[in-house]
C-alpha cells in the first residue's frame, strides 16, 4: 500500500548555489533566477550549512572543490540528514573523469555536470530535477508487511521499530519494495538507485543487498535473489 497526500499550492523553488569560482556561480546564480528561481548563493561550506540548517533548500548546485570542507563531504551531510537526505543535487565540477563521476554518484548526487558546461544543457538538468522531485510526493507510507517507509522523511521501521539506513541502502530498498513481487534485472536497479548503465559484472549491489538483509533482520530473507536475473522482494 502507498498513502500520498499532494501539496496545495507551488511555489518558486528554492536553490542554494555553491560554488568558490565567482565568474562561475555569477552566471549559475544568473541563469537560475531568469528561470524565475530563488536563489542564494555561497562560496565555502560554512555559509551553506548554516543557511541549510535555517532553510533546507528545493535543490542545490554544489561544486566539488572548495575551500575548506569538500563538495563531497557536504554531499554526504546532507544525505544522512533526514531533512535534506531528499533533495535533489546536481554537482558542477571540473572533476571529469569517469572515476570521479562514479564517486559523486555513489555519494548521492542526483546529476553530475563538467565544467565548462552549455548554458540550455544546464537548464534543462536543473528542470528535470525539480521536475522529477516535484512529482514525488510530499507525504508517502510505503508499506510491505513489518517494512514500514515514511518517504517524506525517509525513515524505515521494521515490525515498529526504527532502522537506520545509508542513502543508498534506503533508494534500494525503496525501489524493491515499490514494485514488490516483481524481479528487478541487475541494469535496472543499477540505472535507478546508482544512476549509471550496467557494464559488467559488479559487486556495488551484491554488497548493498547482504548490508539490507542484515539490518531488515529478521525479515532480511523477504529479499530474493533470482540467479543471473537480479532481487525481488517478496509479498510477506
Known amino acids: 500500500m502507498?498513502?500520498?497526500?499532494?501539496?496545495?499550492?507551488?511555489e518558486a523553488a528554492v536553490i542554494?548555489?555553491?560554488?568558490?569560482?565567482?565568474?562561475?556561480?555569477?552566471?549559475?546564480?544568473?541563469?537560475?533566477?531568469?528561470?524565475?528561481?530563488?536563489?542564494?548563493?555561497?562560496?565555502?561550506?560554512?555559509?551553506?550549512?548554516?543557511?541549510?540548517?535555517e532553510q533546507a533548500p528545493e535543490l542545490v548546485v554544489l561544486d566539488i572543490m572548495l575551500?575548506?570542507?569538500?563538495?563531497?563531504?557536504?554531499?554526504?551531510?546532507?544525505?544522512?540528514?533526514?531533512?535534506?537526505?531528499?533533495?535533489?543535487?546536481?554537482l558542477v565540477t571540473a572533476k571529469t573523469a569517469e572515476l570521479d563521476k562514479v564517486e559523486g554518484l555513489?555519494?548521492?548526487?542526483?546529476?553530475?555536470?563538467?565544467k565548462p558546461f552549455g548554458v540550455m544543457e544546464f537548464n534543462?538538468?536543473?528542470?528535470?530535477?525539480?521536475?522529477?522531485?516535484?512529482?514525488?510526493?510530499?507525504?508517502?507510507?510505503?508499506?510491505?508487511?513489518?517494512?514500514?517507509?515514511?518517504?517524506a522523511r525517509r525513515k524505515l521501521t521494521v515490525d515498529g521499530a526504527s532502522v537506520l539506513l545509508t542513502y543508498k541502502e534506503y533508494e534500494l530498498l525503496r525501489l524493491l519494495m515499490?514494485?514488490?513481487?516483481?524481479?528487478?534485472?541487475?541494469?535496472?536497479i543499477l540505472n535507478k538507485v546508482w544512476g549509471y548503465d550496467y557494464e559488467g559484472e559488479t559487486r556495488t549491489i551484491d554488497m548493498h543487498i547482504?548490508?539490507?538483509?542484515?539490518?531488515?533482520?529478521?525479515?532480511?530473507?523477504?529479499?530474493k535473489t533470482v540467479h543471473n536475473v537480479g532481487y525481488q522482494l517478496e509479498l510477506p
Open 16 to 53: 542554494y548555489v555553491l560554488e568558490d569560482d565567482q565568474d562561475i556561480r555569477a552566471l549559475e546564480v544568473y541563469l537560475l533566477k531568469s528561470a524565475g528561481y530563488e536563489v542564494a548563493e555561497f562560496s565555502a561550506g560554512p555559509a551553506f550549512e548554516a543557511a541549510v540548517a
Open 124 to 151: 534543462a538538468r536543473v528542470k528535470a530535477l525539480l521536475r522529477r522531485s516535484n512529482q514525488k510526493p510530499q507525504e508517502a507510507f510505503i508499506v510491505c508487511g513489518p517494512l514500514v517507509m515514511d518517504d
Open 210 to 223: 547482504k548490508q539490507l538483509r542484515h539490518k531488515l533482520s529478521p525479515y532480511g530473507d523477504l529479499i
Open 67 to 90: 575551500p575548506g570542507v569538500d563538495g563531497l563531504s557536504l554531499l554526504r551531510r546532507l544525505r544522512t540528514d533526514p531533512r535534506t537526505a531528499h533533495v535533489p543535487v546536481m
Open 106 to 114: 555513489e555519494t548521492g548526487a542526483d546529476d553530475y555536470l563538467g
Open 2 to 10: 502507498i498513502y500520498y497526500a499532494y501539496p496545495l499550492k507551488w
Open 178 to 188: 515499490v514494485n514488490r513481487g516483481i524481479v528487478l534485472r541487475r541494469e535496472l
